[in-house]
Nanobody, 120 residues
Framework: QVQLVESGGGLVQAGGSLRLSCVAS?????????????MGWYRQAPGKRRERVAL???????NYVDSVKGRFTISRDNAENTVYLQMNSLKPEDTAVYYC?????????WGQGTQVTVSS
């Protein structure tokens, strides 16, 4: 069974930092297939649509939503089947549930989400 487990969320003051982690588990990843996937971080605030925050391709290319450019950094460690989201200079509007997303061929998996709350 394929699972994505996020961690690292919490409560932080505006201007602070958090680092989210997402670990992919399942026997399918034993052969190194994780490196062939595209990994993304999405977020959903109350009453709002889910939006993609950052994406990292299998080749390491990255893409960010305009509102987080220069503040957030997505990275991956294929040996550990893990993707990270470093979030700096956090703002109250970054408050949301953050979800990890994996896509590779026919495989699409979502994590359960981790809450990030930024106080003003």
């Amino acid at each position: 069974q394929v699972q994505l487990v996020e961690s690292g969320g919490g409560l932080v003051q505006a201007g602070g930092s958090l680092r989210l982690s997402c670990v992919a588990s399942g026997s399918i990843f034993s052969g190194g297939i994780f490196s062939e996937t595209a990994m993304g971080w999405y977020r959903q605030a109350p009453g709002k649509r889910r939006e993609r925050v950052a994406l990292i391709t299998s080749g390491g290319s990255t893409n960010y939503v305009d509102s987080v450019k220069g503040r957030f950094t997505i990275s991956r460690d294929n040996a550990e089947n893990t993707v990270y989201l470093q979030m700096n200079s956090l703002k109250p509007e970054d408050t949301a549930v953050y979800y990890c997303h994996l896509e590779g061929g026919a495989l699409i998996v979502w994590g359960q989400g981790t809450q990030v709350t930024v106080s003003s």
